[in-house]
């Protein structure tokens, strides 16, 4: 009652309250002291509402105070029975709390606690709620088989569906205006597939984790990873507002996301945001907030991925580059390895191996030529510095690891004189796994030759570069096979060429100029050409996980966006125009579950299948016949409609045209359709896959 409402009350039945000792009024025991609330009728439905015994816990040799700690308990809601005999306890006692959920929290809290130090006389705790001893007592004492129940695919529980597909096709996506689809990579029937198609899938981008079990789609709110075959339904759901860019670990264990904020005064730094969250759970790890500044290195803009993960699918490590200092995060507790970072000073660069943890990193020279350049590899956890190599006159380098981790090739660019004016390009080549780490030097024929791009043949020995003068450069290949020796296969003279694409498989490649289009599908075991083509306009080149097709994608472009698709042996086997292509992009596929040996015997026995891929081919080839017979069909009856429609009107108008020409006879008109056999050849078609 409001003390207005009392003051009035008491003078109006004469009390001066004054005078009233309030001390010594005695209110009648219970919770509404005697009065019945005005919500009676609530309560009486929450009482209604918790039935049954699910708010009372059954505990076994506790301490009262142990409980006051975790939950509210019920007034006069402890009960613990004792021995009239003894006055000793029973050993147990029942607890009773508020509401179901108290109790649930209690028990979850409690069960399983130690009472005394761990040892031979330790009590454990054992807490049950009723509900849980009425069902062990009204358990079936004869024990029953468990029923199985047969299995029924599902894709939002096995998220590798995809991978069984009985034609062994791939997926990739493709994100055109306000459309994003999913489609399969159809090259038997010579088109593409539609799996999936959604309006507005994403606000910006999509992307594939690393192993093609998820696709990680950008929205306002934060991030969405979905994963399937055929429905994507989504599956997590990770909080993280105005999100620009995404990161996947190798592993696919965890997810990085970034957003920057830029300041409304125009001197401030702009704000940064990472976040990373566990990619099955949705739970935020470890976040990392500062200026932009602090996620830059010798004053250069973020670098994207701000985070370089360890190499192999555990990931058990990270970095994060900063001035004078690589930070090694453990993911076991998302902190410092070994709780501090490693000073380097002035390293500007740095790469994990692949496979193995170990982090090469790169210092360049100081201005006054007191301590020259330097590559080096770090073994992690220990952080011991395995080998190192001292480089002088260096203008700037970059380092480029081989998938397997066996080898790290360094370009180097040194002053060519004292003045500084000219740059003279070599490489320095780590063999990692070999005894003491050999580094072997390798120098152009021509010093002076710009290195224009470098490529590893993944999981073999060899590589490739292009270096010269554009726009007719020239195409090295050399191979580490000999030990102690780097050796030069053959150097492809004036290409046309400006980008590298080994085949993911290797011994392919395609030697691109992608400003003009111009692709050359080129067999290095064989040193051959095997087709030159033109894809004018062409934005992207993609090899599929396969390294059985190829996609060029023109993007951005006034007329021809779209995607090619071609074989290895670069045969244009379909092509599809779709207006405003912003993004395509392979799906992944995890690595194969089959030792080199085995896959070395399927190669071998690859005979043994043949016939039915060439019965399955020859399927596909009748039917694509009968299509194309079925086609031509209805292109005839649909010109012997159009011609019987005018004859049709012809004879309608005959007598309009004989009254306007009086008694002249009219000329009759013929139609006649006239056949010619121009020529005779015959051709061997063969469906390359």
Same mark, same amino acid.
């Given at each position: 009652?409001?003390?207005?409402?009392?003051?009035?009350?008491? !003078?109006?039945?004469?009390?001066?309250?004054?005078?009233?000792?309030?001390?010594?009024?005695?209110?009648?025991?219970?919770?509404?002291?005697?009065?019945?609330?005005?919500?009676?009728?609530?309560?009486?439905?929450?009482?209604?509402?918790?039935?049954?015994?699910?708010?009372?816990?059954? =505990?076994?040799?506790?301490?009262?105070?142990?409980?006051?700690?975790?939950?509210?308990?019920?007034?006069?809601?402890?009960?613990?029975?004792? $021995?009239? $005999?003894? /006055?000793?306890?029973?050993?147990?006692?029942?607890?009773?709390?508020?509401?179901?959920?108290?109790?649930?929290?209690?028990?979850?809290?409690?069960?399983?606690?130690?009472? /005394?130090?761990?040892?031979?006389?330790?009590?454990?705790?054992?807490?049950?709620?009723?509900? $849980?001893?009425?069902?062990?007592?009204?358990?079936?004492?004869?024990?029953?088989?468990?029923?199985?129940?047969?299995?029924?695919?599902?894709?939002? %529980?096995?998220?590798?569906? +995809?991978?069984?597909?009985?034609?062994?096709?791939?997926?990739? =996506? =493709?994100?055109?205006?306000?459309?994003?689809?999913?489609? +399969?990579?159809?090259?038997?029937?010579?088109?593409?597939?539609?799996?999936?198609?959604?309006?507005?899938?994403?606000?910006?981008?999509?992307?594939?984790?690393?192993?093609?079990?998820?696709?990680?789609?950008? #929205?306002?709110?934060? *991030?969405?990873?979905?994963?399937? !075959?055929?429905?994507?339904?989504?599956?997590?759901?990770?909080?993280?507002? %105005?999100?620009?860019?995404?990161?996947?670990?190798?592993?696919?264990?965890?997810?990085?996301?970034?957003?920057?904020?830029?300041?409304?005064?125009? #001197?401030?730094?702009?704000?940064?945001?990472?976040?990373?969250?566990?990619?099955?759970?949705?739970?935020? %790890?470890?976040?990392?907030?500062?200026?932009?500044?602090?996620?830059?290195?010798?004053?250069?803009? *973020?670098? +994207?991925?701000?985070?370089?993960? !360890?190499?192999?699918?555990?990931?058990?490590?990270?970095?994060?580059?900063?001035?004078?200092?690589?930070?090694?995060?453990?993911?076991?507790?998302?902190?410092?390895?070994?709780?501090?970072? %490693?000073?380097?000073?002035?390293? *500007?660069?740095?790469?994990?191996?692949?496979?193995?943890?170990?982090?090469? &990193?790169?210092?360049?020279?100081?201005?006054d030529g007191n301590q020259p350049a330097r590559v080096a590899l770090v073994q992690l956890p220990s952080k011991v510095e395995i080998r190192q190599k001292n480089l002088f006159n260096v203008s700037d380098c970059k380092m480029y690891w081989q998938s397997n981790g066996d080898y790290l090739a360094v370009k180097v660019d040194r002053y060519g004189s004292k003045s500084k004016k000219s740059i003279e390009?070599?490489?320095?080549?780590?063999?990692?796994?070999?005894?003491?780490?050999?580094?072997?030097?390798?120098?152009?024929?021509?010093?002076?030759?710009?290195?224009?791009?470098?490529?590893?043949?993944?999981?073999?020995?060899?590589? !490739?570069?292009?270096?010269?003068?554009?726009?007719?450069? $020239?195409?090295s290949f050399y191979s580490m096979q000999t030990p102690g020796r780097v050796s030069k296969l053959v150097t492809l003279k004036a290409k046309q060429a400006n980008a590298l694409f080994w085949s993911p498989t290797g011994k392919h490649m395609i030697i691109a100029d992608r400003l003009n289009g111009k692709l050359e599908f080129y067999n290095v075991d064989t040193l051959m050409t095997m087709a030159t083509?033109?894809?004018?306009?062409?934005?992207?080149?993609?090899?599929?996980?396969?390294?059985?097709?190829?996609?060029?994608?023109?993007?951005?472009?006034v007329m021809e966006d779209g995607f090619y698709i071609w074989s290895l042996y670069g045969k244009l086997l379909y092509r599809t125009l779709k207006e405003q292509v912003f993004q395509f992009s392979w799906r992944p596929r995890p690595p194969s579950l089959l030792s080199e040996e085995k896959e070395k015997e399927v190669k071998m026995n690859l005979r043994q299948y043949v016939e039915r891929y060439e019965?399955?081919?020859?399927?596909?080839?009748?039917?694509?016949?009968?299509?194309?017979?079925?086609?031509?069909?209805?292109?005839?009856?649909?010109?012997?409609?159009?011609?019987?429609?005018?004859?049709?009107? #012809?004879?309608?108008?005959?007598?309009?045209?004989?009254?306007?020409?009086?008694?002249?006879?009219?000329?009759?008109?013929?139609?006649?359709? =006239?056949?010619? &056999?121009?020529?005779?050849?015959?051709?061997?078609?063969?469906?390359?896959?």
């Amino acid at each position: 009652m409001a003390v207005l409402d009392l003051d009035a009350r008491a !003078a109006k039945l004469g009390i001066d309250l004054s005078q009233v000792d309030f001390n010594s009024v005695i209110l009648p025991p219970g919770e509404n002291f005697g009065f019945e609330s005005d919500d009676e009728d609530v309560y009486e439905d929450e009482e209604d509402f918790e039935t049954g015994f699910g708010n009372i816990i059954v =505990v076994d040799q506790l301490p009262v105070d142990n409980f006051k700690k975790v939950e509210l308990i019920k007034e006069d809601g402890l009960s613990m029975p004792v $021995d009239s $005999d003894t /006055s000793k306890t029973l050993g147990y006692c029942f607890i009773e709390f508020n509401t179901r959920q108290e109790a649930e929290k209690a028990k979850e809290k409690t069960n399983g606690y130690h009472l /005394s130090k761990r040892g031979e006389s330790d009590i454990i705790l054992a807490v049950y709620t009723f509900d $849980d001893i009425e069902r062990l007592m009204n358990m079936n004492e004869e024990w029953e088989p468990p029923q199985t129940k047969p299995y029924v695919p599902n894709e939002t %529980m096995n998220l590798h569906t +995809w991978l069984t597909d009985e034609k062994a096709r791939d997926q990739f =996506v =493709v994100r055109c205006g306000p459309d994003t689809e999913v489609s +399969w990579n159809d090259t038997r029937h010579l088109k593409s597939e539609s799996v999936h198609k959604l309006q507005n899938w994403t606000e910006s981008l999509v992307q594939w984790s690393p192993l093609g079990t998820y696709l990680v789609t950008l #929205h306002k709110p934060g *991030v969405a990873v979905c994963g399937g !075959a055929t429905n994507f339904k989504p599956l997590v759901h990770y909080k993280h507002p %105005m999100v620009k860019l995404v990161d996947v670990s190798p592993g696919e264990n965890y997810l990085v996301t970034y957003n920057s904020q830029t300041p409304n005064i125009p #001197h401030d730094a702009t704000q940064v945001d990472i976040k990373i969250f566990d990619v099955k759970s949705g739970r935020l %790890m470890r976040g990392f907030q500062g200026s932009a500044d602090e996620f830059s290195v010798e004053g250069y803009s *973020v670098s +994207w991925p701000v985070f370089k993960w !360890a190499g192999g699918r555990d990931d058990r490590y990270f970095a994060r580059l900063r001035k004078n200092t690589i930070s090694v995060y453990e993911t076991e507790t998302f902190s410092l390895l070994d709780k501090r970072s %490693m000073k380097v000073d002035n390293v *500007v660069d740095i790469c994990w191996s692949p496979t193995d943890y170990i982090l090469a &990193l790169f210092v360049p020279e100081l201005d006054d030529g007191n301590q020259p350049a330097r590559v080096a590899l770090v073994q992690l956890p220990s952080k011991v510095e395995i080998r190192q190599k001292n480089l002088f006159n260096v203008s700037d380098c970059k380092m480029y690891w081989q998938s397997n981790g066996d080898y790290l090739a360094v370009k180097v660019d040194r002053y060519g004189s004292k003045s500084k004016k000219s740059i003279e390009s070599g490489f320095e080549i780590f063999r990692v796994k070999e005894k003491d780490i050999p580094v072997e030097v390798l120098e152009l024929d021509n010093k002076k030759d710009k290195i224009i791009e470098f490529a590893w043949e993944p999981k073999g020995q060899r590589f !490739a570069v292009i270096h010269g003068d554009l726009p007719r450069p $020239d195409v090295s290949f050399y191979s580490m096979q000999t030990p102690g020796r780097v050796s030069k296969l053959v150097t492809l003279k004036a290409k046309q060429a400006n980008a590298l694409f080994w085949s993911p498989t290797g011994k392919h490649m395609i030697i691109a100029d992608r400003l003009n289009g111009k692709l050359e599908f080129y067999n290095v075991d064989t040193l051959m050409t095997m087709a030159t083509v033109d894809n004018f306009m062409a934005t992207d080149i993609k090899w599929d996980p396969t390294g059985r097709y190829v996609a060029t994608v023109v993007t951005s472009s006034v007329m021809e966006d779209g995607f090619y698709i071609w074989s290895l042996y670069g045969k244009l086997l379909y092509r599809t125009l779709k207006e405003q292509v912003f993004q395509f992009s392979w799906r992944p596929r995890p690595p194969s579950l089959l030792s080199e040996e085995k896959e070395k015997e399927v190669k071998m026995n690859l005979r043994q299948y043949v016939e039915r891929y060439e019965e399955e081919d020859e399927d596909v080839l009748d039917l694509l016949s009968r299509q194309e017979e079925e086609k031509r069909r209805v292109m005839g009856e649909e010109w012997e409609m159009w011609i019987n429609k005018w004859k049709k009107l #012809h004879e309608e108008e005959k007598l309009q045209r004989q009254n306007l020409l009086g008694e002249e006879e009219e000329e009759e008109y013929c139609y006649e359709t =006239v056949e010619e &056999l121009i020529d005779v050849c015959e051709e061997v078609v063969s469906l390359e896959l």
